[in-house]
């Protein structure tokens, strides 16, 4: 019994780590062609959607994440690459608003206030992405995060069937993204399982516009 137990466990152990490798080469490679890094080459989209973090990092810090992010979305707006842009992040308490943040940091990018809206719901990813195309009906967009987050992100734009395209944010340096990169690696298996499997229903499409 106790022999059976162990190879059980071994193969369970086994099993995960091929799926989550299998899903990792598998997103990358479905997706990796709607990156573009060039602004001037990058298509014109209706509207982009700014995946949030926080604006702070866990040592009070400004996160470089963000910093980068909201650069990025600078940039393609001002470029003329899309016409408005979503704001998409937590804001589970009323003392952190991710949302909010993002938008403060643009208008004092130049970006007017008019061409925002913001997703106060958006609590993960699939959330941000999903909840653009079924609660606020933007189908034409381009993503804006980092590149390692961009290939789950656009991998659940394709689930949902959207016309997407990503424009990453710069990287950080390597003693900030290590232990974000690995959280990503188990993120696209989760990511398939939330798809494919556990089939969305948690997914909130009710929050606000």
Known sequence: MIKFSIRLGLFLLISAIVFAIFSNVFIISKTSDYIYEDVDSIPIKE???VLGTSKRNVKGEANSFFDN????AAQLYH????????LSGDNRTRYYNEPSDMKKALMEKGV???????????LRTIESVARCKEVFHHNDVTIITQEFHA???LYISQYYEMDAIAFPAAEVPVYSSTQVTIREFFARPKALLDLYILNNNYINFKGNR
Request: proline fraction near 3%; glycine fraction near 10%.
């Open 151 to 153: 290939f789950r992100a």
């Open 69 to 72: 992010r909201m650069e990025a």
């Open 47 to 49: 509207m982009a959607l």
């Open 79 to 86: 470029k003329g690459k899309v016409k408005g842009l979503l």
């Open 112 to 122: 007017p206030e008019r061409v925002i809206s913001i997703d106060t719901a958006g």
